[in-house]
């Protein structure tokens, strides 16, 4: 079963502009983690931002905020001012608790395209 | 922060030889590192869980003889691509668990990933 889905495969942005990109994940496991990863075209995985299953407050790192919405089970990556270095593939992942070994694994990525 | 070093970044062989691709774990320990592999435009995909001093935990569907991973000490895991096919052509990326099991986001580091290519 599809643990973390990304239907966005590719997104295209106004420069300086925001973008939301959409990230829903489904475990049983009580304790999980979720996380965004950029990848340029370089093929290296950059961490963008985390949250924890039980963090009360939404995670935010500089232009990146991570939309967490437990109940509905989605972590949508909202980018504000929109840079064109930001042109990147954009990957969701999760880490599952015990139950799942602490491993991560990854959504099928969204390609955002920023627009000068 | 912690850093994994992973190399060769790119390389090149022929069909039928051996490639080893060595991820080290810079300034940390890593008593677990695991193995992705990335297809042209798709996600990681999970290979292999490599824990120090033990046997790696493959993933359904990953041929173990195939794809050697070595996890010998907490700095150094390898994954050695035996007899390679042009079919194992793909992108290889090591990440390295960090720090605790809760809340951490420094729970994983990723190495800058080895392109091979078999012809």
């Known amino acids: 079963a599809q643990k973390i889905t990304q239907t966005q495969p590719g997104m295209f942005v106004q420069e300086k502009e925001a973008v939301t990109l959409d990230c829903t994940y489904d475990?049983?496991?009580?304790?999980?983690?979720l996380f965004w990863y950029k990848q340029p075209s370089s093929g290296e995985m950059i961490f963008l931002i985390y949250?924890?299953?039980?963090?009360?407050q939404n995670a935010t790192e500089g232009r990146y905020s991570l939309n967490f919405q437990k109940a509905r089970k989605s972590a949508n990556l909202v980018i504000s001012a929109s840079q064109l270095g930001d042109s990147a593939m954009y990957f969701c992942a999760m880490r599952e608790g015990m139950t799942g070994g602490f491993k991560t694994i990854f959504g099928a990525g969204t390609r955002l395209f920023v627009k000068a | 922060g912690a850093v994994v070093s992973q190399h060769p970044s790119r390389v090149i062989c022929k069909s039928g030889t051996s490639v080893k691709i060595e991820c080290r774990s810079l300034?940390?320990?890593?008593?677990?590192m695991f193995w992705y592999r990335q297809f042209p435009k798709q996600s990681l995909m999970l290979m292999a869980t490599?824990?120090?001093?033990?046997?790696?935990?493959?993933e359904q569907g990953v041929e173990k003889d195939k794809f050697l991973i070595n996890h010998a000490s907490l700095t150094l895991s390898t994954l050695t691509v035996t007899s390679a096919h042009p079919e194992d052509s793909s992108f290889y990326i090591c990440?390295?668990?960090?720090?605790?099991?809760?809340?951490?986001?420094?729970?994983?580091?990723f190495g800058s990933g080895t392109r091979l290519t078999v012809v």
């Open positions: 949250q924890g299953s039980y963090d009360q």
């Open positions: 300034d940390f320990q890593a008593t677990t």
């Open positions: 475990t049983s496991d009580p304790s999980y983690g």
């Open positions: 490599s824990n120090e001093g033990s046997k790696a935990t493959y």
């Open positions: 990440s390295a668990r960090v720090g605790g099991d809760r809340g951490s986001h420094y729970g994983y580091t």
